[in-house]
Each structure stands twice: as C-alpha cells, then as structure tokens.
C-alpha cells in the first residue's frame, strides 16, 4: 500500500483517463456530424437523438478529462467516468454479439471475410475499456479500497 | 456527500450540454440539424432509369439483375477491398467509401454518361450512399442507383 502510496497511484490513474477523454473528444468536437454517422451505425439510438448525442458526448468527454487531471468535481466526475465506460463496453459488446460490422453499420454473417479483424479490433476496444473503469472505479472508491487492505 | 455528487454531476452534464447547443452555432454543415431526421430516398419504380434525376435513387433486386443482364449498368461495390474479394457482382468496379480518398483514379475514370449501381452490405449498410453521394456532389455523376438489397440479397438469389 505504501508503494501505491508514494508512486501516487490514483493521481497517475486520474491523468491517464483524463488524456484518453480529451484525446477521444478532440476529432468529435471538431466533426459531429461523422460522429452521428457512427452513432448511427451501432444501431442502439433513435434516430432523431443522434445529432444530439453527437454533440454533446464528446463535451462530456472532455469536462471530464479535464475535471479528471485537475482534480475537480471528483466524486462526479468519477461516477460519470464510470456510467460512460459502462456504457461504451455495453455498446461495443453488443455490436460484437450481433454482428454489426460498425465501419457501414450492416450487419453481417460470421463466415464474410474482414468480420475477423473488425470483431478483434471491437475486442480489444473492449479489453481497453475494462482497464479504464478499473482505474476509475479505484478512483472513486480509494478510500474504501484503503481501508479494506488496512483491515 | 451523495448531494454533492448529484450536484456535481447536475452542473458537469449542463456544462456539456451547453457547450454541445454552443457548438451547434458555430457548425459549417447546414444539413446538420439538432433532431435528425430519417432520409427518404426516391424509389425507380420501373425498369427504365429515369431520365432527369435530382439525385441517387433506390433500385431492387429485379430492377439490378435486368440492367445487370442487359449490360445497361456499371456495378460499383462500396464494401471495403477485403469484402470485395471474399465475393462481389461479377465485373463490379471497388470503391470502398471508407477509403475513397484512396481510389480518386478510379473515380475519375467514371463517365457522366453512363448508369451506376452501387451497392453494399445490405439494406443496414450505409457505404453505398455515402458513395452515391459523393460521386453526385464532388464527381456531378447524374445516373447513380443504389441498390439497396445489395451483396447479401444478390448472392441469396444465387445470381453471379
């Protein structure tokens, strides 16, 4: 725990997420329109709420990457980490589990070559995704976390 | 504790929010509306291509395989180059949409004169529009069908 301590664990976590949201956000902001299209392709959103979602999204993403390098709003900040990241690996899992190649948004059969690399390449933003709440979620419950090893 | 984080997470998504509509303002895409609205495009409803079209327009199954027969039509699959090769429409032409930066050779080669059907995945797929957009904007091709059926309902009739 003192090793945790003295590297400062959770602030290194908290710079980490914090770079990844506002680098995600970045090509967003600046083109919502080719993010609705990929909204568009997961097949989850009505869709007169994905220009919506294209444009306020990426905002979210980087107050909170933002909020997370300096510290602010923490205790928000962190659940709203949480809620989003939950939220990416419950739409890429289903876009994997139905199929849906997400560069047009069809859906294809297994055996179609590319479907391969394309679901690896969903696995792995998966994969990503789980070590991202992992450090959110040690963020948000440090304290807790600290008191369970000291007890 | 919990009223402060509830608070917090008020103003963090009111900040987006905001920001989100604030950015809206300032967008050069005058397509781009706050609610989207589903697109709805035109329907041949024969098998003559009409004459005077005001962009691409959504052709069937019978409607590809007859000008596919005739040999009246160009074929242009919109799938990425690794779908194309799995298995294609016999002598379609690959743009992929997602590449078209890549194929701007092929792209011009294309003739105003001539009649276009572009295709994909399927009626879920998008690339085939996306295409047929492009080419009737950037390239001024007039006569570009999309089939919407696509691969997937072409090679179910076991058509070539």
């Given amino acids: 725990m003192n090793v945790i301590r003295s590297l400062n664990l959770i602030l290194i976590f908290r710079v980490i997420l914090g770079l990844i949201f506002i680098y ?46 300096f510290g602010l709003f923490l205790e928000g900040t962190t659940s709203i980490t949480i809620v989003l990241l939950v939220f990416f690996i419950a739409i890429l899992s289903q876009a994997v589990f139905r199929g849906i190649d997400v560069h047009c948004g069809c859906f294809k059969s297994v055996a179609d070559a590319g479907v391969t690399d394309l679901r690896m390449e969903l696995v792995k933003r998966i994969g990503e995704d789980i070590i991202y709440l992992g450090m959110a979620i040690i963020i948000k419950f440090k304290d807790k976390i600290t008191q369970q090893i000291k007890g | 504790m919990i009223v402060i984080e509830k608070k917090q997470i008020i103003i963090i998504l009111a900040l987006a929010v905001g920001l989100g509509f604030l950015r809206s303002f300032f967008l050069d895409d005058e397509e781009f509306a706050l609610i989207k609205k589903e697109r709805v495009i035109q329907e041949v409803s024969s098998f003559v291509v009409p004459d005077e079209m005001t962009g691409p327009m959504i052709v069937n199954l019978e409607f ?23 298995g294609h429409i016999r002598d379609a032409i690959n743009i992929p949409y997602d590449y078209y930066e890549d194929y701007e050779d092929v792209m011009n080669e294309l003739d105003d004169t001539s009649t ?45």
């Fill in chain 2, 64 to 86: 590809a395989k007859y000008h596919f027969d005739a040999g009246s039509a160009i074929f242009i699959d919109a799938r990425d180059s690794e779908d194309y090769e799995a």
């Fill in chain 1, 24 to 69: 995600a956000s970045y090509d967003k902001i600046l083109d919502p329109a080719g993010f609705s299209n990929n909204i568009h392709n997961f097949h989850i959103t009505p869709i007169a709420v994905e220009n919506l979602a294209a444009l306020i999204i990426p905002w979210l993403e980087l107050i909170i990457g933002v909020f997370l390098i």
């Fill in chain 2, 116 to 160: 276009y059907i572009i295709y994909c995945s399927g009626e879920e797929c998008s690339l085939s529009i996306d295409l047929a957009d492009y080419l009737y904007t950037e390239k001024l091709i007039d006569m570009l069908l999309i089939f919407e059926g696509g691969w997937p309902q072409w090679r179910h009739a076991g058509y070539p």
